[in-house]
Structure formats: structure tokens, C-alpha cells
């Protein structure tokens, strides 16, 4: 059983696994308790597991803890239920989901869009959404939400 | 843990359940005493007040990420004049809620919810009576407002200092008094999810989500083929991961329990294991061949008016047609889920089924115990947009729990997802019309070749394979739905001949049946338009003689401008159609009419869907944008099954086990979806969930039609089937 040290949403955790290659994903959920970040494919395919490592929107569920090395931001360390993010605000006055499962992508990903690009036009956002895989169709209120967010 | 002590187990788990997923505050209604009734014909099956004036509402029907939560929350708090904050649900719990039926077919509101109405309502009255004897005034001086009764003298109480343990011990008034649309201030109005707040910050919890202490994970290996059968295995082979607690063997069903889930998923994936050769599946190349020969167990005569075969025989103008809708899977985003703990002979099991009370006596079948002695509690999980693997996950999970005697989460990987899943079946359409002398419709003929059976048990998988039983059979769906046509012609035969088997385990997704027999349908109504000379809308209102459908129509036509749209030209190398499609949904309730506006490259054969116009209407709208939501799901959802999607199988299994083997609508090929909502507050409500799927790919076949002047019958439209078709063009 070995320990690692990481930075997840602004605090030093420690958290002790068998193997080093532990995904991430697996890490965040059972060993943190974090919710955000979910289990869809296992294959880096559908993006419902995307957290930030150093501001990059990365795939948890085919990255292992050994190679991890920046600091890890996750849904719920994006913003708060008192202070929430501007993505997580417009999400919710765009009604931007159904069933919810793969908005942790959504918002994560597209935090990491407006970062780099606060003003994104709406092929742009599509663009970089276009590995976030949503079964419900909830694409259009999606696309609002963040251009909603972006102000433009 | 085998000491637990069933009282215990069971409040620990309603704990868990109310404590992990419902925004439930700590004034929770708990029966007076003995267990609470489940009988959806009293109100305290659906009802308990608390003497604060907090509502639980137990609802047999549950939210599959559709948003019904939110909508039944206004229904019940509309009623009995409440503010929705004072309002909770507790959803498909074996033993609090009532057995609604299963989750499905857009029925939530529109049986679901009216049964919580008038629950709602005769608890409204029962209230108001208690008032008035104990206030000693007439009860039509009295007012209940926000959750408070107010009598003429001015006194002022909450509904819930006239509530005790036998107010609402009563039961529901079939045609009560129910509050007039007029007076509603919730119901019609589009109050923001309940859900949605929790699931944008990660403090939601899913039935991915839900853990139990001890809790152990477990993955199960499945056969190479569907007929495989286990020849050996070595369980040495993963004697190197960390923390295997147990590879359970019963019969052909394996599967690994591990201390985490890590080493869970490893030891699955490590395990050496020898299966039987099988090779039973049909050719896919040939699948329609096989659908074609394969026993036909009965005829279904859904529709009969006149004589069609006489007509077709003696008129010499004829159309015919055949129709392919190819096997599709659910796809839920996240892979089923459950959780299940199996201690002293009972069975408790956490899923995010649509049905639990269906689950609860299929898994006491395979665990050979009363029904009695299992309780299904539903928790949320990625949308499920019908029957996916949640109730085989549920099985897998009750199977290792009881070997390992902990409880146990499954969580089943993506390839097991999309590999054993239950499927839409492969469905074959063949038409036939006569046309008479002035192009009128002389005759129509429809032949549906559709699996035998009904919505009923699906088989379990894990129960299967394990020699066990889980009371399934074949279950299709309701598809025989919408075969009959909503037009009126002189002579009709719609015919459905029922096989008795069909390749891939079926059962229902979004809309089973309508959407295959209203792409045949409206595709054929189409043709005969053309073959007349007839635009399709005029066709359309020339055969209905439902003025409600026809203001519809006319409704879409001016949405979407139908009448004045540009002439397609069609020797341009992009080239643009649109095509219209119509349903009332199983010929009794919600209209949906619906116009798609396409693009075909010529040259790269590219076919895109840039815009859909959609009426609608289902009666009385409880939540507009909700309903919103659920309208531009269903194209969205239902534009990627027709352009992209079908399941690949050789014969020993599924191969589209991924994304990649089968992809799905990304960001850059969404369509718009413009939406005219027709509200209607006097008439009954309907569902919103599912009807609109049904228009989307004839409407969109329409549109090539009018682009190429080809006609797509073969779902999906992929560009190779397009190629095909438009090669020839």
C-alpha cells in the first residue's frame, strides 16, 4: 500500500492505494468521496470524467495516479453552492441538463475552454465539446449555457 | 453482518436513502404505526403530513432524469395549496410507494401524476372537512393557501394541525373535486428543476454514487458469446491483485467481488478463463433475411376497416415499400449500477430500475424467496430512456452479495453496457396502397414483423446465466403502437406477425414500436404524396378528420413557414429539403407534428440535419420548460439513432462494445430544434417524454426526398446508406 500526496481542489490530501496505476477517476470518488467526476466509459471516450490537472481538462478515468502530477481541480472544487462558478450559474438558469450524468464533463471542459478563450463563439464551444458524449440531447441548452456564461 | 437484524437493515436503508438522495428535511413523515400502506387506492399510500405541514409524497413513479420530480412536486403542491418547498418525494421504494406501473411510455404524468392529483385532492378535502368541525365553521368560509387554512374570523392554522394519524387513512375520491386550471399558480408555470442546483456542483448523488458501509465492489465477467457456456477458469490468475475477496461461479454466470474497485476491475479483466465456442447469432449482413424466415408465432391484426385486399386486387394503380429499423441500444452514458446487501434469506438492493416493484419478484424468483422478503428502494442513475441494464446489474449485484454475504455494488464497465444491454429489435415494414382513379387512397396495407410479446419481465442476465429463474420472457414493448394510422382511408389492414425470437435480447427504448411504425407510416404516406403529386402536408390534412391533429398541422405549417418554403434545387451540390411527419401518439393522446430541414452534400454524400420545427401538444402543460427540455431530447436524441446508430454483432456477440464502434450525434452535428407549444389548462394532461421521437426519421426522409428526390427506408441513415441509395439517383 503506498502513498501519495495530492493537491485536489486547493488542499493537500494523502490517499493510500495498492496499485500506482489506480486511475484517477477511481481515486477522486472512493478515496476522496468527490462526485463530480463520473465513470461512463473507462476509455477516455465520453469525457464524463474530466477534471482539471494545472487548468488542462483531462480524463480521469484513463489517467493513472502515478502520472499525475499538477494540481487537480474537480466539479466540486470549480465553485460552491454559496459561490458557484459562472458555468455553474448558467447551467442552472439555462436548465442545461436531463439526467445530469455527463454535465461534469460539460462544465469542466468548458471551463477549461473559457480560461483560454473567455469570449468563445458558438462553433467554438462546439467544437471543443465535440468528444463530451450527452445521451439525453440536451446539446442546445448546453451550448447556451456556456455562451451564457461567457457573456457572449 | 450476518447478524443484521432486518428492522434494522430496512430503516437503515430508508436512512440511507433519504439521507444520500432527497432533499427531504428532518420533519419527514413517518406513519403513526405499523408499516405504511403501499395501496395506490388510499391516500395515505401516496400521502403522510406532518404536523409542521411538511409533505411526502410516495411516488411509484420515478425520475429517470426526465424532471418529473420537479412536476409532480407542482401537481401535488398545486392541489393541496402548499408551497413546493414544503414538498418531498420518496420514489420506488418496494416499501413505501405504491406499484404505479413501470416507469415508461410517457405515462408519468399522465397516469402518475393524476393519480397523486386526486390523492392530493382528497386529502385537500379531508383537511378542510377537519377544519371545519374543529374551527366550527362552514367549510366553504374556509381558504387554504400556501400551506395555511384561514376561516372567516381570521384564525390562522397550518394544514398540518389537522392532520393525524387518520386523516388521510382514507380512500381516494375517484372523481373528487379537483382545484380548477383557472386557480392554478404552479401547475402551467415552468418552476427551475429541483435536481439541477446539486447535480451542476457534484453534490448529487447517483445510483453510481451510492455506497453502504462495508460495501465491497464486484464486476462480472461475461460469456464470449450469448450462448457460451463456462468451460474452466483459473482464479490464480488474479492471485496477485490485492484484496480479491471471491470469484463467484454459479453455473455460466462469473463474476469478482474485491475490496476496491480498482482491483475489482483488474481481476475482471485478468481472469483466465476458457468459454465454449457458440456461434448462434445470425449473419448481420443477412439480418433482414433472418427477421424474413424467422417462425412467426401469431398475427396481430391491429387496424381493419373495409376490405384492403379487394381494393389492392382490383385497382390498378399500386405502391409498395419496405421499411428497416435497425437494432439499437439505450446507451445510457453512465453503465448500469446497483447495490445490494443479501443477509438472513432477505434480499435488500438499491437500482435506479424503472420498475421496482417488477424487479422486486423477478429477483425473489432467482433468489427463491417471497417477495416479501426482498425490497427494491430506486435510486437515480444516468437516464436509462427505457429498459437498459439496471435490473441486470441489480441481479449481478443480489448474486455475489449472497455469495460473499456483504453488500456488494456492481458496476457494470461500458462494453458490458453495450454488449448486454437489452436491444431494440431489428424491425421490418412492408406497405402496400392503392391509389384510385383521382389519386385518392383507395386501400393501405401494413405488414409489422416484430418480436412476440409485451412490456412485461425482461429476462434477467446474470439469472440466466446462473440456471436461475427471474420470471423473463420476450419483452419487446408495447410495439404494436401506432402500427394502425391516424388517417382515415376507405379499406385498411394493418397486420402485425409476431416472431417468436429475434437475435439480440429485446426490449424497450424511447418510443419501442411507435418510432419504427411511424417511419414506415408517414415514410409510405410520403411516398404516396409524391407518387400523386400531393404535397405531404395536404395530404395529411386531406385524410384526418381530427380537428385537434389538423390545427396542429396548421400550426406547424406557419411555425416553420411549410407553404412558402423554397423550391429544393437539386442539381446544386449543396442541396436542401425539408420533409413533414405526423403522430398521435397510439391514436389516443399527445399530437406531435414535426418539420426537418436538411442539407445533402452531393458530392461527400454528407447528410445533415440543420433544423427541426416541432407543435406539440399534450393537453394541459404542467412544466413548459421542462417539457421544452424533454421535446428537444427526443429530436436530438432521436436525429442520432436515424443518422448513426446501429448495433454490430458476428455470431458469438455484440461489437459495438464502445463509442467508437458506436458513435452517437456529437456538439457539431446538433440540429436547432424550434418548438410551438400548444398549452391546453382544460383538458387532461399527456405525456411529453417520448412522442416526439416518433416523427423525427420520416420527417428527415422526407427532407432527403425533397433534397435528392431519394428515398431513405432503411434506418440508420449513415453515409454508406446513402451512398447506396443516391448512387442510384
Known sequence: ?152 | MNQIDRRSLLQAGCALVVSFCLPLSSSTAKPASGPKTVSPDRVDGFLAITRDGHITVYSGKVDLGTGVRTALTQIVAEELDVPMSHVSLVEGDTALTPDQGVTSGSLSIQNGGMQLRRAAATARWAVLRRAAARLRQDISTLSLHEGVITAKNGKRLPIGEFVDGTTLAIDITKDVQEKSPHAYTIVGKSVPRLDIPDKVNGRFTFMQDFKLPDMLHGRVVRPSGFGATLVSYNESSVADIPGIVKVVRINNFLGVVAKSEWSAIKAAQQLAVTWSKWEGLPDQSRIWQHVRSTPVVRDDVTSRTGDSRFALASTASKLAATYEFAIHTHGSIGPSCSVAIFAEGKLTCWTASQATHDLRKQLAATLAIPDSDVRCIYVEGAGCYGRNGHEDAAADAALLSRAVGKPVRVQWMRADEHGWDPKGPPTLLDMRAAIDNVGGVAAWESELCVPDGTAGFVTLVGSELAGLDSLGKLSPGGVLNDLAVPYVFPNVTTTAHRLASTPLRPAWIRSPGRLQNTFSNESFLDEIAAATDTDPLDIRLRYLTDDRGKELLERLAKLSKWRERPKSDRGANIVTGRGLAYVKYELVRTYVGAVAEVEVNRKTRQLAVKRFYVAHDCGQIINPDGLRNQIEGCIVQTVSRTLKEQVTFDRSMVTSLDWASYPILTFPEIPEVVIDLIDRPEEVPWGGGEPACAVVPSAIAGAVFEATGVRLRSVPFTPANVLAELGGA
Open chain 1, 1 to 152: 500500500m503506498a502513498t501519495t500526496a495530492l493537491n485536489v481542489n486547493g488542499s493537500t490530501v494523502s490517499v493510500a492505494v495498492d496499485d500506482p496505476d489506480t486511475r484517477l477517476l477511481y481515486v477522486l470518488r472512493n478515496e476522496l468521496g468527490l462526485h463530480g467526476p463520473r465513470f461512463g466509459c473507462g476509455l477516455g471516450q465520453c469525457g464524463a470524467c474530466t477534471v482539471h490537472v494545472d487548468g488542462a481538462a483531462i480524463r480521469s478515468c484513463v489517467t493513472p495516479l502515478s502520472a499525475v502530477k499538477g494540481k487537480i481541480v474537480t466539479l466540486e472544487g470549480l465553485g460552491t453552492n454559496a459561490k458557484p462558478h459562472p458555468l455553474q450559474e448558467a447551467f442552472v438558469q439555462e436548465q442545461a441538463l436531463q439526467c445530469g450524468y455527463c454535465i461534469n464533463g460539460m462544465i469542466m471542459q468548458s471551463a477549461a475552454l473559457l480560461a483560454r478563450n473567455p469570449k468563445p463563439n458558438e462553433g467554438e464551444v462546439k467544437a471543443e465539446l465535440a468528444n463530451n458524449l450527452c445521451r439525453c440531447g440536451t446539446h442546445l441548452r448546453i451550448v447556451r449555457a456556456v455562451l451564457r456564461a461567457a457573456g457572449t
